[in-house]
């Protein structure tokens, strides 16, 4: 039996339309941290209320920065986009105690997902294993979810 590999060539206009995409979910998941975050628990203080234009502020500055600086440099070589992916995913694993209700997790694990899905794809192109950008992915979908489990809980049964 024999198996081909049929390579799916992106073009850069399809990965920055991509990456675009995924900034502004993320900015957008993040905004939704943030103000359940706030507003969600039984007795949300005045000062937290008052903190959420500026946190979600804080999200989108954040979300420039990875998405507009880091991730179009770590994408031009795939060795640097899986690393960075499982840095990011690391990053954002570490950071949930500290910053879940800030939506800052959100936007980091996003960025380590979409790293780790590019690292995926030029492997599978060149017929090379993509262990790391797999852990990349799986770590940062790991984030996501645990953040997000944690806010959820945090504002309903741990009240």
Known sequence: MSTTNIGVTTSPRTTA????AAAVVA?????????YGSYG????????????????????????????????WARRSDNRASGWG???????LVAIPIAFWSGVVIVIAVAA?????HARRAAAQAARPAKLA????AVGAA?????????????????
């Open 41 to 72: 628990g039984p007795s949300p203080s005045p000062s937290q209320e008052q903190a959420v234009p500026y946190v979600v502020g804080a999200d989108i500055v954040v979300a420039l920065l990875v998405f507009g600086l880091l991730l179009p």
């Open 27 to 35: 900015v957008l998941g993040a905004a939704v941290t943030a103000i």
């Open 113 to 117: 997902i979409l790293l780790g899905v």
């Open 86 to 92: 499982l840095g990011l995913s690391v990053l954002g």
């Open 134 to 137: 797999t852990t990349a992915v």
């Open 143 to 159: 984030a996501l979810v645990l953040s997000t489990a944690l806010l959820i809980l945090g504002n309903t049964v741990l009240v």
């Open 17 to 20: 339309a991509r990456g675009v």
